[in-house]
């Protein structure tokens, strides 16, 4: 029989051999967490998720089961990926996030800060181009915006100094450049024995809720009115209750004309528009009472072309034919003047211009002023006016009684 303190002692011994024995198979096998990242390299769905699973392996289990084929494999894959992405900013990334301490680590951090610094100059570029096209559709949009308001207080100013009135036109032309210059330009002017009418229009749109836009049209009539061939009155005339449209077309907002508050306020607008001008040119001017007689229609009508050249855009009373709405300064050749300011008359044609029997078109005087030799008023058509309906201002020679005597 074995005594039992020997049989104690030969179960101890085989227990810590055992042990051994199993821990020397534990480590020749794989953790749990080393097997499910290598399963993640070989499960990959692509070549680029295998080769960032083989990243983060390597970087969990730098020592790990598997570990030397996996960096074997990296290092062979290495240039080809570098090589393959080094002209875009995606390859580059690419690369470095797949190996953030490779071999071409550095080169590939020169070239992607290089691009991207091309990048961002190229995409100033075109913010700024777009910025570009942005303001030029501004400026064009303000430029139609300010077509009434430029084309009246332009002729307000030039017809304001004229230093000679009561003459035949040419000597008109001779004596003023400005005017001169201005009455040759596009559109050319029509003239019969009594009138000589520049045709302005600017046709133009008005957003409205619920529908496209109301379609408008502003015109404006720039007319002098001869007694024997001297120039003795000048008109801006604008049918259609003029200054309801010319409000509608500056702040794209529209009037009803049957609305008298938004008409009264339309026309308050457009005379304060028109009254600096006339105190600039004439600061000594004194308010007078007026009672406007009735405007005539023009005895004479816009030529065909002018009509085309209206549906095509408004020639800007400024400048002419040179642009559509060119700068206000712009202007045509000086020397044109003089000669342009006298064209020839045009057939008179007082049938198709008359006023239907029995109308009165009389404005409504809104305010004049007055100085020795001239009388400026600013009028507007009354709300009852069935005819051409015309708001404006002219501008009359006035003859000293001692001239008339």
Not at 67 to 84: N, Y
Not at 187 to 214: A, L, N, W
Not at 316 to 345: K, L, R
Request: hydrophobic share 40%; aromatic share 6%.
């Amino acid at each position: 029989m074995i005594h039992r303190s020997t049989a104690t002692r030969r179960l101890a011994i085989l227990s810590l051999l055992a042990c051994g024995a199993l821990a020397s198979s534990c480590a020749a096998t794989a953790s749990r967490g080393d097997y499910a990242d290598y399963r993640a390299v070989r499960l990959a769905a692509d070549e680029q998720g295998r080769m960032i699973a083989g990243r983060d392996y390597l970087s969990r289990h730098p020592g790990g089961r598997w570990a030397s084929p996996i960096r074997q494999r990296r290092e062979a894959d290495e240039p080809g990926l570098f090589e393959a992405g080094r002209s875009t900013t995606e390859g580059l990334r690419l690369y470095l996030e797949v190996y953030p301490e490779g071999r071409f680590g550095e080169q590939a951090r020169q070239r992607l800060a290089a691009l991207d610094a091309v990048h961002s100059h190229r995409s100033h570029e075109q913010e700024t181009a777009r910025e570009v096209r942005h303001e030029q559709r501004e400026s064009i949009a303000e430029q139609r915006r300010s077509w009434g308001t430029r084309s009246v207080t332009f002729w307000a100013r030039v017809l304001m100094n004229i230093s000679e009135w009561g003459v035949p036109i040419a000597e008109v032309a001779a004596t003023n450049p400005e005017f001169s210059e201005a009455f040759g330009r596009e559109p050319r002017p029509v003239c019969s024995s009594s009138e000589c009418i520049k045709f302005y229009r600017m046709d133009f749109g008005i957003p409205v809720p619920g529908r496209t836009r109301v379609e408008r049209s502003l015109q404006i009539l720039l007319r002098l009115r001869m007694q024997d061939g001297k120039l003795q009155r000048a008109e801006i005339l604008m049918p259609n209750r003029g200054f309801s449209r010319w409000y509608e077309l500056a702040h794209e907002q529209l009037v009803i004309d049957g609305d008298p508050e938004a008409r009264q306020v339309a026309i308050e607008w457009a005379r304060q528009q028109v009254i600096p001008v006339i105190r600039a040119a004439s600061p000594d001017a004194r308010g007078v009472d007026v009672v406007p007689e009735p405007i005539d229609p023009p005895q004479v009508h816009m030529p065909v072309e002018a009509s085309a050249e209206a549906e095509a855009g408004a020639a800007d009373p400024e400048a002419g034919a040179e642009a559509a709405v060119p700068d206000a300064d712009a202007g045509a050749e000086a020397d044109a003047g003089a000669e342009a300011a006298v064209p020839e008359a045009a057939a008179e044609d007082p049938a198709e211009a008359a006023v239907p029997e029995g109308v009165m078109v009389l404005p409504v005087a809104l305010q004049g002023l007055s100085t020795a030799s001239l009388r400026f008023v600013i009028f507007a058509a009354a709300d009852d006016d069935e005819g051409p309906a015309y708001d404006g201002l002219f501008i009359e020679h006035i003859v000293p009684p001692a001239a008339e005597e």
